[in-house]
């Protein structure tokens, strides 16, 4: 199983060498502010950054953008410098170990065929390629979800205080990275506690293990945002703003309207204005149920389409056909399969659908996908593997 977290790497490290030694900015200018993020925290000056609650320009202490990304990249930085190159090596060491993480989450699902499949398809996948060459959130957490889901496998194989500890400091992690995993990594926690066997009380006890292990991990960051804005929170996340904008009266169904007004938000801490924007999100959303519905719709099939919709990735179009495409009916065959099997693939679409959902209600695109694509790529390998079996066990046909 080494050759393939081996391709991986040398595929990554390949495309990176073909990009700029800048940062590169497609459709979204997110990189800039992980970027300028990591920046403050190398010379001193803190969490700060832009924040959409504020003016464009703004360079203001916010929790807005999840703490973790901005803070690997200052660890990079504070290594190597203000190196691009040096972030996308070691997202291709990531994308590497997400490689080995998914043969050993498909392996023990499903068996070793599956998980091999599943392997060697996440070693040569365009997007994953593609992505860990960028400055975004989607390398790193795909990393670590596939580390938290590995974690709870072991957990609930061995049912250790160790297993316990390293569960809970993933979810934590991955909390930190994305904080729409904090409530699955806590029912994680529990599922996998109480399916580890044994008595009530041994059961309480991991699950408790991990929960303390998770505070423990995210306790710094919280701790600072109650110092911060006097408010004990994760983040601000883009909770607010998302509803705002995405079910805004002038907001269309493709989600393609670039500004929307702002409500009055003078004097406002960032929480207060994540939460006058949700709370006008949701007036919007309640006002409107059918066109709330409609547009829902819209976003799953802007998260499931075939090709990206922006001009600057149109060259990916025939990869994404070709790759995501031809992979797609195998996902869905592969999730009714494993809807069958029992209560060991539960966590995994328990995952997928809380995700899909999330991105249905807020905010979806082909590169929040790369959240399940993982998942989804071990179901296809479940599917490819089980309709293999079935045709090379088919009689042949009599001469």
Same mark, same amino acid.
């Given at each position: 199983?080494?050759?393939?977290?081996?391709?991986?790497?040398?595929?990554?490290?390949?495309?990176?060498?073909?990009?700029?030694?800048?940062?590169?900015?497609?459709?979204?200018?997110? +990189?800039?502010?992980?970027?300028?993020?990591?920046?403050?925290?190398?010379?001193?000056?803190?969490?700060?950054?832009?924040?959409?609650?504020?003016?464009?320009?703004?360079?203001?202490?916010?929790?807005?953008?999840?703490?973790?990304? +901005?803070?690997?990249?200052?660890?990079?930085? %504070?290594?190597?410098? *203000?190196?691009?190159?040096?972030?996308?090596?070691?997202?291709? /060491?990531?994308?590497?170990?997400?490689?080995?993480?998914?043969?050993?989450?498909?392996?023990?699902?499903? #068996?070793?065929?599956?998980?091999?499949l599943a392997a060697a398809i996440s070693a040569v996948y365009p997007? $994953? @390629?593609?992505?860990?060459? *960028?400055?975004?959130?989607?390398?790193?957490?795909?990393?670590?979800?596939?580390? /938290?889901?590995?974690?709870?496998?072991?957990?609930?194989?061995?049912?250790?205080?160790?297993?316990?500890?390293?569960?809970?400091?993933?979810?934590?992690?991955?909390?930190?990275?994305?904080?729409?995993?904090? =409530?699955?990594?806590?029912?994680?926690?529990?599922?996998?506690?109480?399916?580890?066997?044994?008595?009530?009380?041994?059961?309480?006890?991991?699950?408790?293990?991990?929960?303390?292990?998770?505070?423990?991990?995210?306790?710094?960051?919280? @701790?600072?945002?109650?110092? %911060?804005?006097?408010?004990? @929170?994760? %983040?601000?996340?883009?909770?607010?703003? !998302?509803?705002?904008?995405?079910? *805004?009266?002038?907001?269309?169904?493709?989600?393609t309207v670039r500004a929307v007004p702002f409500p009055d938000l #003078?004097?406002?801490?960032? +929480?207060?204005?994540?939460? /006058?924007?949700?709370?006008?999100?949701?007036?919007?959303?309640?006002?409107? =149920?059918?066109?709330?519905?409609?547009?829902?719709? !819209?976003?799953?099939?802007?998260?499931?389409?075939? %090709?990206?919709?922006?001009?600057?990735?149109?060259?990916?179009?025939?990869?994404?056909?070709?790759?995501?495409?031809?992979?797609? =009916?195998?996902?869905?065959?592969?999730?009714?399969?494993?809807?069958?099997?029992?209560?060991?693939?539960?966590?995994?679409?328990?995952?997928?659908?809380?995700?899909?959902?999330?991105?249905?209600?807020? $905010?979806?695109?082909?590169?929040?996908?790369?959240?399940?694509? +993982?998942?989804?790529? @071990?179901?296809?390998?479940?599917?490819?593997?089980? /309709?293999?079996?079935?045709?090379?066990?088919?009689?042949?046909?009599?001469?």
């Amino acid at each position: 199983m080494c050759i393939l977290p081996l391709v991986a790497l040398l595929a990554r490290l390949a495309y990176a060498a073909t990009l700029s030694p800048e940062i590169v900015v497609t459709f979204e200018a997110d +990189p800039l502010t992980y970027d300028q993020i990591a920046r403050n925290l190398v010379a001193g000056r803190g969490f700060s950054g832009a924040s959409f609650y504020y003016p464009p320009g703004s360079d203001v202490p916010t929790a807005f953008w999840d703490a973790l990304y +901005p803070i690997f990249l200052a660890a990079v930085y %504070t290594l190597a410098g *203000h190196s691009v190159p040096a972030v996308r090596a070691v997202q291709a /060491v990531l994308g590497a170990a997400a490689v080995a993480l998914t043969y050993v989450v498909g392996a023990r699902l499903a #068996d070793r065929a599956v998980g091999v499949l599943a392997a060697a398809i996440s070693a040569v996948y365009p997007f $994953f @390629i593609y992505y860990s060459g *960028h400055l975004l959130t989607e390398t790193l957490f795909m990393t670590l979800i596939l580390a /938290v889901f590995a974690a709870a496998l072991c957990l609930q194989d061995r049912g250790t205080r160790r297993w316990a500890l390293a569960l809970g400091m993933l979810s934590g992690l991955a909390a930190l990275c994305r904080a729409e995993a904090l =409530p699955f990594g806590l029912a994680l926690m529990v599922w996998t506690a109480w399916r580890s066997g044994g008595t009530t009380s041994r059961r309480l006890g991991l699950a408790a293990t991990a929960v303390v292990a998770l505070l423990v991990v995210t306790a710094p960051w919280v @701790i600072r945002n109650q110092r %911060t804005f006097h408010a004990p @929170i994760l %983040t601000t996340t883009k909770l607010g703003y !998302n509803l705002y904008k995405y079910y *805004h009266p002038q907001m269309t169904a493709d989600q393609t309207v670039r500004a929307v007004p702002f409500p009055d938000l #003078d004097g406002l801490t960032e +929480p207060q204005r994540e939460a /006058v924007m949700r709370g006008q999100g949701l007036r919007f959303m309640a006002q409107d =149920p059918g066109r709330t519905a409609w547009f829902m719709a !819209n976003k799953l099939a802007l998260l499931f389409k075939l %090709t990206p919709s922006n001009e600057v990735n149109r060259q990916y179009a025939l990869v994404s056909l070709v790759s995501y495409g031809a992979l797609l =009916p195998f996902m869905a065959l592969g999730f009714i399969l494993a809807l069958r099997g029992g209560w060991s693939f539960a966590p995994l679409l328990a995952y997928v659908l809380f995700s899909i959902a999330n991105k249905a209600a807020v $905010f979806a695109g082909i590169r929040l996908r790369m959240q399940v694509e +993982p998942f989804l790529i @071990i179901l296809a390998a479940l599917a490819l593997t089980r /309709v293999a079996g079935r045709l090379l066990r088919a009689p042949a046909p009599a001469r």
